[in-house]
């Protein structure tokens, strides 16, 4: 079998004592596209923060992070920084905080390009023209000279998308990119993401709390709710046929933009307080399909069908009895 | 048919600017010309992307800034002077939600009293009856009293968005303007509150404005829609077919760019360049620098609101429909 450019394994990080990611796996295949969607608090950005060893110094984080089979979960520094914006880059939702205002754009995306490429002199230079261009900033020489200010936020955007693409990396994870946009800028950013990542055959983890942006722009995705992920399924069939209650619910919850309008199926009650986590499946006091033994184990991810996985006994049981398995 | 309850004639409203330090002061043009109607009991949607002129609008309708020119009339009358007892009775009857709960919540108080505070402020009731009020506010909003006891801190984002539409209910207002009012909570959180809004809309005949640039939530709760840019409406229909049909060109890029789960769009229109700016409006039609369809006349002619049939208007000098056939027939 390949190895898969990254593969989690069971990772777990706790703030002060209280746990926020509880066990989480994910196997990232090399140019593929995998989306993360869940609410606030779900663990979507700690996943990778922790994987990237960003986090600060009082989390403890536990599991394995690989990277093309090699362990970079507590890796010493050095070798940490030629992962990161190497062959990892991350882009965040507030891109305008992440520049610094009081340098040029030239200035910056030369940094990036000088740690991670070995380029100096005016090869710098002519490889940032040529980012700024990738990225469709129109007049792209006269711009290098200007400062984050003088860009609008979709523009501020592509300059961040530039230059995480300064260490050609292998994986981009683009955390809630768009969020910060208006909606037809919203379209151009992930459009520009989409033909950078088959261009470059770069694979990106999109995480996001809007379906529909995962939906259209990744191949597989995984739900994750209160730390843990809830269901893995390829794109179109997790959204045709969600089988997790929590997943039936986000879907349900978003209302439809055609056809007739129906009453919104809201999920009642709020995400749990971490520290104060029901035993037993996490998503059960909100559950409708919830039952006694719900409560007792925390389920684990189980396959459903190909490629598919669910934790959640009552979701196995009704998707069993639906395929006529349970005969066997 | 009621009548309308708010009924707003070409309002406009620009702000001065300066750029830069000692640059010329230069009018943004923030609303122009924006006129609607809303029957009692009904919403109106209002959509648009940041700088489009829709909170303007709103505040401007519930008399919190004065327009211009042009009129905001509510219940049939004109809006009194601000500071006047007939302006306070007015205001009494309207109220507003925004985005941000925590920012509209006092964090030093426990939020019944900040319940309370309307009805005091007006003078509705005697004691007794105020906290009576309250209780039967936060039952309303499908809260109980411990929530009550507790400071905003303490809440949820869901339930602190509850607790600023209890306050704003509290007053018996027949007007809700509601801005941004989910656009800060998960997707679950976001259902639960929407389908609260139209249970109360339901049960006490409220008449909202809901600004939002959420088209999927503005249809879930509009009657009828406006699709706001740069200040001035390009599309007004029923919330029903506006985004199955939309005509003007910035409402089927708005659409286009909505995804929906379950869906991989072809041929999805990407808009190119910004959002404009508000202070450097272009001449003619507003969008035509992006606009894929755009010819010659819209770079000089600001095209007008138009029927084009069904309760549909569109500006937009490209609007197929009946449009045509109605000036022939003229």
Not at chain 1, 202 to 223: K, P
Not at chain 2, 214 to 220: E, P, W, Y
Not at chain 2, 285 to 306: D, G, K, N, Q, Y
Request: aromatic share 4%; net charge neutral.
């Amino acid at each position: 079998m390949v190895t898969p450019l990254v593969n989690i394994q069971g990772l777990n990080v706790a703030f002060n004592g209280v746990p926020v990611l509880r066990g989480v796996d994910l196997t990232l295949e090399k140019g593929e596209a995998v989306g993360l969607v869940g609410e606030s608090g779900s663990g979507k950005s700690v996943t990778w923060l922790a994987a990237l060893g960003l986090l600060p110094r009082h989390a403890s984080v536990s599991g394995s992070v690989r990277l093309d089979g090699r362990e970079i979960l507590g890796a010493p520094a050095g070798e940490l920084d030629r992962v990161r914006g190497g062959r990892v880059a991350m882009i965040f939702q507030d891109p305008a905080s992440a520049l610094n205002p009081v340098l040029t754009i030239r200035k910056q995306l030369c940094e990036a390009l000088a740690l991670h490429r070995d380029l100096s002199g005016e090869a710098v230079k002519a490889e940032a023209r040529q980012l700024l261009d990738l990225v469709g900033i129109p007049d792209a020489a006269r711009r290098l000279e200007a400062y984050p200010h003088e860009f609008s936020g979709g523009q501020v955007q592509r300059i961040m998308i530039a230059m995480a693409l300064a260490g050609n990396p292998d994986l981009l994870v683009a955390d809630e990119p768009t969020t910060a946009l208006d909606a037809t800028i919203q379209a151009q950013i992930l459009e520009l993401l989409s033909s950078v990542r088959r261009e470059m055959g770069m694979a990106m983890v999109l995480i996001s709390h809007d379906l529909g942006v995962v939906a259209e722009n990744c191949d597989r995705v995984a739900v994750m709710y209160a730390g843990r992920i809830v269901e893995r399924a390829p794109a179109n069939q997790l959204f045709a046929d969600p089988v997790h209650p929590y997943a039936q619910g986000l879907i349900g919850a978003l209302p439809p933009l055609d056809g007739p309008r129906r009453r919104l199926t809201a999920i009642p009650g709020t995400v749990p307080d971490p520290a104060r986590m029901p035993s037993g499946c996490a998503f059960a006091p909100r559950c409708a399909l919830a039952a006694e033994p719900c409560g007792l184990a925390v389920p684990s991810l189980a396959p459903i069908a190909n490629d598919r996985v669910v934790a959640c006994i009552r979701a196995e049981a009704s998707r069993r009895a639906l395929l006529g398995i349970a005969a066997e | 048919m009621s009548g309308p309850l708010v009924e707003v004639s070409s309002i406009s409203r620009s702000y001065a600017m300066r750029s830069g330090m000692f640059g010329h002061s230069t009018a943004v043009h923030a609303v122009d010309g924006v006129s609607l109607t809303i029957p009692k009991g009904e919403t109106l949607g209002l959509v648009g992307e940041s700088g489009s002129g829709k909170s303007t609008t709103g505040r401007i309708v519930l008399g919190i800034e004065p327009p211009d020119r042009g009129e905001v009339r509510f219940d049939g009358k004109p809006m009194a002077a601000p500071g006047t007892a007939a302006w306070r009775a007015q205001r009494a009857r309207m109220q507003m939600i925004f985005q941000d709960p925590l920012g509209a919540l006092d964090r030093r108080l426990p939020v019944a009293t900040q319940i309370r505070e309307p009805l005091d402020v007006h003078g509705l009731g005697t004691p007794a009856e105020r906290e009576e009020r309250v209780r039967e506010l936060l039952r309303a909003v499908e809260l109980t009293p411990a929530h009550g006891a507790r400071y905003p801190g303490a809440l949820s984002g869901g339930q602190r968005q509850r607790i600023v539409l209890a306050r704003a209910l509290a007053t018996k207002p027949d007007f809700l303007v509601c801005d941004e009012p989910v656009s800060a909570l998960d997707v679950s959180i976001q259902a639960q509150v929407v389908n609260l809004l139209c249970d109360l809309q339901a049960q006490l005949g409220l008449t909202l404005l809901f600004i939002s640039h959420d088209l999927r939530v503005v249809r879930q709760i509009s009657n009828v829609v406006a699709v706001m840019y740069l200040g001035r409406i390009v599309e007004i229909g029923s919330a029903d077919d506006l985004f199955a049909r939309p005509e003007h060109p910035y409402t089927q890029a708005l659409v286009s760019a909505s995804p929906a789960p379950g869906r991989r769009s072809a041929g999805r229109i990407v808009l190119a360049g910004d959002p404009p700016d508000p202070a450097a409006r272009p001449q003619g039609c507003a969008f035509h620098p992006r606009c894929p369809r755009a010819i010659a006349r819209c770079a000089s002619e600001v095209p007008a609101l138009t029927a084009v049939g069904g309760n549909r208007q569109v500006a937009c000098h490209l609007a197929t429909g009946p449009r045509a056939e109605t000036r022939d027939a003229a």
